[in-house]
């Protein structure tokens, strides 16, 4: 089991306010995603600009993309971006189109799919999945069950790079000790944090307890 990594999701309303935030905790984390909120609101040029700023680190466009794969892919690529992801409901075209552009996609599952979907995506060379607590799922009571952690357990078992998100506290990593997770996406709790590079560090400084103890 290797260790997690550690993603920040600018969900961020302007390229300004994500850019304050880089200047905080970029050095601090793993992999930079240009947020499904900043890409409506700013478009490919945000993508740019994280990249001007680090021209190492991967950068995930978040474009939860849904149809024309290849365009779409092609647009974030040029922009800067490694990765970006699709949605589980997107049909296997629209998801191979964009992996054919991308150095890799990860498929956003969020309310309805299957194991069989998953079977499928897989056996098309697409190997990430994000396991999602939607924002307005978590407002409105929702919390990480035994039954997510099964079905984490089961896509890890497939063979799949499994990431997961969705309001992740400090507290909330701990629940996932025994599972070979991929990535922990973090965004409000890092962003909106006091200290963001305090925060980002206390997070992976409780990665590694959890899943090096
Ligand atoms: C929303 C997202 C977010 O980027 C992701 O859930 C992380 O954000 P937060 O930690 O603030 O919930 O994909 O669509």
Same mark, same amino acid.
């Given at each position: 089991?290797?260790?997690?990594?550690?993603?920040?999701?600018?969900?961020?309303?302007?390229?300004?306010?994500?850019?304050?935030?880089?200047?905080?905790? $970029?050095?601090?984390?793993?992999?930079?995603?240009?947020?499904?909120?900043?890409?409506?609101?700013?478009?490919?040029?945000?993508?740019?600009?994280?990249?001007?700023?680090?021209?190492? *680190?991967?950068?995930?466009?978040?474009? *939860?993309? %849904?149809?024309?794969?290849?365009?779409?892919?092609?647009?974030?690529?040029?922009?800067?971006?490694?990765?970006?992801?699709?949605?589980?409901?997107?049909?296997?075209?629209?998801?191979?189109?964009?992996?054919?552009?991308?150095?890799?996609?990860?498929?956003?599952?969020?309310?309805?799919?299957?194991?069989?979907?998953?079977?499928?995506?897989?056996?098309?060379?697409?190997?990430?999945?994000?396991?999602?607590?939607?924002?307005? %799922?978590?407002?409105? $009571?929702?919390?990480?069950?035994?039954?997510?952690?099964?079905?984490?357990?089961?896509?890890?078992?497939?063979?799949? *790079?499994?990431?997961?998100?969705?309001?992740?506290?400090?507290?909330?990593? *701990?629940?996932?000790?025994?599972?070979?997770?991929?990535?922990?996406?973090?965004?409000?709790?890092?962003?909106?944090?006091?200290?963001?590079?305090?925060? %980002?560090? %206390?997070?992976?400084?409780?990665?590694?307890?959890?899943?090096?103890?």
């Amino acid at each position: 089991m290797t260790k997690p990594l550690l993603q920040i999701a600018l969900d961020n309303q302007t390229i300004d306010s994500a850019t304050s935030t880089l200047k905080s905790l $970029g050095n601090e984390v793993d992999i930079l995603e240009v947020g499904t909120i900043l890409c409506l609101q700013e478009g490919r040029h945000a993508i740019e600009t994280v990249r001007s700023l680090y021209k190492d *680190k991967i950068i995930l466009a978040d474009t *939860k993309c %849904a149809d024309a794969g290849k365009i779409v892919a092609q647009n974030c690529k040029d922009a800067g971006a490694n990765w970006m992801t699709v949605i589980c409901c997107a049909t296997i075209e629209t998801m191979i189109a964009a992996k054919n552009v991308m150095d890799d996609i990860q498929v956003e599952l969020y309310g309805d799919w299957t194991f069989e979907q998953a079977q499928q995506w897989f056996d098309n060379d697409i190997k990430q999945v994000v396991y999602h607590q939607s924002r307005d %799922a978590l407002l409105a $009571g929702k919390k990480w069950s035994e039954e997510d952690l099964n079905k984490i357990q089961r896509l890890i078992d497939l063979g799949f *790079k499994v990431s997961v998100t969705g309001g992740l506290e400090l507290d909330t990593v *701990k629940l996932f000790q025994g599972l070979d997770i991929y990535a922990f996406i973090a965004g409000r709790n890092l962003r909106e944090a006091e200290d963001p590079a305090y925060a %980002a560090r %206390a997070f992976k400084e409780e990665i590694t307890k959890v899943f090096e103890s």
